[in-house]
């Protein structure tokens, strides 16, 4: 399966815990997106990187970091998990070049329950 | 404040029929609009896209329609199948410094019935 590969794909944890997701993009995408999706809810732009830079950060909590390593996978680091963060976390990923980069493709995300 | 708005979170056609949904949005900077289909518990598929620099664009029983004057575009789907069922989002991108960035709508769900 060359798609973007998301771990876990379930995690539960108590409140006030931690957790890493974990996103692998399609093979040659440089451009790493997260959004979050909570029930009925859109999606929530979270944070972009490409090339390993951040770009644009959006709805991303000061308790979330997100890192993109040298291989391109990205890792977002939770802490101090609440309530209101129990949420489907996609990653998208795409080419960076110019139009390409809009052509997002998404994981299967992950979905966290707080408790 | 949303900058992509899907008004009507539903729809129900009948197999065979024709299944239009619908998009506004706000901002002219968008250049790019598209659709994606979900299924409950997966993730969003990209189904088709337009840049804004045309009107129309056909891909089988799909076509996306945008009204640039408007601020609307909209996904048309002819001959509607069950397996058509399922929430449509859709997203409007624009540029952002050097690189770009998608807003999407609430979705829409899509019933079609046999």
């Known amino acids: 399966d060359s798609g973007v590969v998301q771990s876990p794909r379930h995690i539960i944890k108590e409140k006030g815990g931690r957790s890493v997701l974990t996103c692998i993009p399609i093979?040659?995408?440089?451009?790493v997106v997260w959004y979050q999706q909570t029930l009925g809810k859109e999606l929530k732009f979270l944070i972009q990187?490409?090339?390993?830079?951040?770009?644009d950060k959006g709805f991303l909590p000061s308790r979330f970091s997100v890192q993109q390593f040298d291989d391109y996978h990205s890792e977002m680091n939770m802490s101090a998990l609440e309530l209101e963060d129990s949420a489907m976390y996609f990653c998208?990923?795409?080419?960076?070049?110019?139009?390409?980069?809009?052509?997002?493709?998404f994981g299967p995300g992950t979905r966290l329950t707080v408790l | 404040g949303q900058q992509v708005k899907q008004s009507s979170p539903s729809l129900t056609v009948q197999e065979g029929g024709i299944s239009i949904l619908n998009c506004d949005y706000e901002?002219?900077?968008?250049?790019?609009f598209a659709w994606y289909k979900k299924y409950p518990d997966n993730s969003p598929t990209l189904l088709i896209s337009?840049?804004?620099?045309?009107d129309k664009r056909e891909d089988g029983r799909l076509t996306v329609f945008l009204n640039k004057s408007g601020k609307h575009f909209s996904l048309h789907i002819t001959a509607s199948q069950p397996e058509d069922t399922a929430v449509y989002l859709c997203?409007?991108?624009?540029?952002?410094?050097?690189?770009?960035?998608?807003?999407f709508g609430k979705g829409a769900k899509l019933t079609v019935s046999p």
């Open positions: 998208a990923s795409s080419l960076a070049l110019g139009y390409l980069s809009y052509e997002q493709y």
């Open positions: 093979s040659g995408h440089s451009n």
């Open positions: 990187h490409y090339e390993k830079v951040e770009r």
């Open positions: 901002n002219d900077m968008f250049d790019y």
């Open positions: 337009v840049r804004s620099n045309v």
């Open positions: 997203a409007a991108g624009r540029q952002q410094g050097t690189g770009s960035k998608l807003s």
